[in-house]
């Protein structure tokens, strides 16, 4: 039987036996269609997987021995950090990272007590028994070398059983250290050092230091006087006097003058000058005063010093070689005949 055109059913149709189709378009089956045509145009039902999940299984690091498994009703698992571990999750993504602050030292792989200081501790900061080989030393009994075998510390000249860093002066005096070494701080309270034991670029001390002694009479009133330096009682107010001046062989300085008198002068100011004629100039010329210092007089039962070496009024105390040296005095106010017994010390480089 053939049908041409169309024939439309408006009752139930049921076939028998199997149902092909031709020219059928291609199209898209609507939501919840089952049914298909196979390669033949045949009708044929779909068949279509359909079911629950009936289980869900987690495997960690611990292994599949003790895997994590839900196989009944919904499968809710949660994966949760721990000290020094935390875990997020962002939509599907989950991440697990440390969290320093809460990591445990002592837990740490590989941790060993023993190479850790606990400075909290009773014993913090004991030395161990194998760090030192020498453990009978004492100070009554050891020698020079008594601690020179202790472990990374070969310096050391003796340091006295149960020592705390408190020793006292007399406990480091009685190890009788000989070892040379260096003095880094303090002040050095040693006996003086020879001049044998310093080196060539230390200075050595060789100056030597001179009295000289002048006397004159005379009321000198407030006109300078020069003090005859090679002869007594040779004073004079003219520098060209053959008497007044000596010639100083090397260079040197003066350093104090010190005065008697007869008289007393306590109630005048009494001014030093010290004066040279360089060898550049001739013998008789003018002399230069080169340094000044001025002082209240003394009584006829003291004795005044003026130092030449500190806080003078002007200039300095340098004599150089070949100065032909003079000494000069001169008051405030006016005096009387007075006796002035003058001692000078002087200091010249021998070296």
């Known amino acids: 039987m053939k049908w041409i055109?169309?024939?439309?059913?408006?009752?139930?149709?049921?076939?028998?036996?199997?149902?092909?189709?031709?020219?059928?378009?291609?199209?898209?089956i609507a939501s919840g269609g089952n049914l298909?045509?196979?390669?033949?145009?045949?009708?044929?039902?779909?068949?279509?997987?359909?079911?629950?999940?009936?289980?869900?299984?987690?495997?960690?690091?611990?292994?599949?021995?003790?895997?994590?498994s839900d196989t009944g009703g919904s499968a809710d698992f949660s994966i949760l950090g721990a000290t020094g571990v935390d875990v997020t999750n962002s939509g599907t993504t989950i991440t697990a990272t440390s969290v320093p602050g809460e990591i445990d030292h002592d837990s740490l792989l590989n941790f060993v007590a023993n190479e850790h200081i606990d400075w909290t501790g009773a014993s913090a900061g004991t030395i161990h028994a194998t760090n030192y080989t020498n453990t009978t030393y004492s100070e009554a009994t050891g020698s020079a070398e008594g601690l020179m075998s202790i472990a990374h510390h070969d310096k050391l000249d003796g340091i006295e059983t149960g020592a705390t860093a408190d020793q006292t002066q007399a406990d480091i005096h009685g190890l009788a250290i000989t070892t040379v070494g260096t003095i880094s701080s303090g002040t050095w309270q040693g006996?003086?050092?020879?001049s044998a034991y310093l080196d060539a670029d230390t200075a050595h001390y060789s100056a030597t230091k001179q009295f000289t002694y002048h006397m004159f009479k005379d009321d000198i009133d407030t006109t300078k006087h020069y003090i005859g330096l090679q002869e007594a009682d040779a004073e004079g107010s003219s520098a060209p006097s053959k008497n007044l001046p000596f010639t100083a062989g090397v260079a040197g300085k003066l350093l104090k003058v010190f005065l008697r008198s007869t008289g007393d002068l306590s109630g005048k100011t009494l001014t030093w000058r010290l004066e040279t004629v360089p060898t550049s100039q001739d013998t008789g010329h003018a002399p230069t005063v080169i340094g000044t210092q001025s002082g209240a007089g003394c009584t006829d039962q003291t004795m005044?010093?003026?130092?030449?070496?500190?806080?003078?009024d002007s200039g300095d105390n340098i004599i150089d070689v070949g100065d032909q040296v003079l000494l000069s005095i001169e008051s405030s106010a006016s005096t009387n005949n007075f006796i002035y017994y003058v001692t000078c010390l002087w200091e010249w480089d021998l070296g």
């Open 304 to 312: 005044t010093i003026y130092d030449f070496t500190t806080s003078l």
């Open 36 to 68: 298909g045509l196979d390669s033949n145009n045949k009708i044929v039902k779909a068949v279509e997987a359909s079911g629950d999940i009936t289980g869900v299984t987690i495997t960690t690091d611990s292994g599949g021995g003790s895997a994590a």
């Open 191 to 194: 006996t003086a050092v020879a």
């Open 5 to 28: 055109g169309q024939h439309i059913y408006d009752l139930v149709s049921r076939f028998r036996n199997d149902v092909y189709l031709e020219d059928i378009d291609t199209g898209t």
